[in-house]
């Protein structure tokens, strides 16, 4: 099936410090998300981005973060500065339209010290 | 409360037998994926249904909007069948996925 790809897998930084997470979404997609996952539990919706803007974003989507696609190249989740409760998977997902299938990246873990 | 309730939270199954997962919905949902995380954490898409229902191979997936449910039915489980399965649901009006708790599944041979 399609394929979302997302780097890095593993990502651990120091508290305080600036991340940003990777994702290169199925190419003819348009719409595309990012997830947070606790310790391999409920998996959460944080925001989903459309032609260049936020569309919808969650009160998990922190002022810290921030979320860009520069001229077609990696869907991004920055995170500056990063916080303790910030560690989890992040899962970043894509669509062709809305009120379609979502196909998911691997998920890069971040472990924030 | 939570909008997607997933059951049973773990679920332990002999090689060859079979069984269902469920998820309530408490709000009108337009469509439901289910989807299983294997041990390295991926997300592998099993169904997508706005309706009706979907069969592929030995996995079976029904959404009754109306009813505010969605089944997943495993037969002939199979040791690769390990792991959390997922339901997620779209709400009505947003396009976003809430997903259920999941269900714990173990294979024992």
């Known amino acids: 099936g399609p394929k979302v790809l997302q780097i890095p897998s593993h990502q651990i930084i120091d508290m305080g410090q600036m991340v940003t997470l990777n994702c290169d979404p199925v190419?003819?997609?348009?719409?595309f998300y990012w997830y947070k996952q606790i310790l391999g539990q409920q998996m959460e919706f944080l925001v989903n981005f459309y032609n260049g803007k936020v569309m919808e974003k969650s009160k998990l989507f922190k002022d810290q973060f921030s979320v860009e696609r520069p001229d077609g190249s990696y869907f991004t989740l920055k995170i500056q500065p990063t916080a303790l409760e910030d560690s989890a998977v992040y899962f970043c997902?894509?669509?062709?339209?809305?009120?379609?299938?979502?196909?998911f990246g691997p998920g890069t873990r971040l472990t924030v010290l | 409360g939570d909008q997607v309730e997933q059951s049973p939270s773990a679920l332990s199954l002999h090689e060859g037998t079979g069984s269902a997962l469920r998820c309530n919905f408490t709000t009108t949902m337009r469509a439901v994926q289910w989807f299983q995380q294997n041990s390295r954490g991926s997300l592998i898409n099993l169904f997508y249904l706005a309706s009706g229902t979907k069969e592929n191979g030995r996995l079976k997936s029904t959404f009754n909007s109306k009813e505010s449910y969605s089944t997943l039915h495993i037969r002939d489980a199979q040791l690769e069948d390990s792991g959390t399965y997922f339901c997620a649901a779209e709400t009505e009006g947003a396009d976003r996925l809430t997903f259920g708790k999941g269900t714990q599944l173990i294979i024992q041979p």
């Open positions: 190419s003819n997609h348009l719409y």
């Open positions: 997902a894509s669509s062709l339209g809305l009120g379609v299938e979502q196909y």
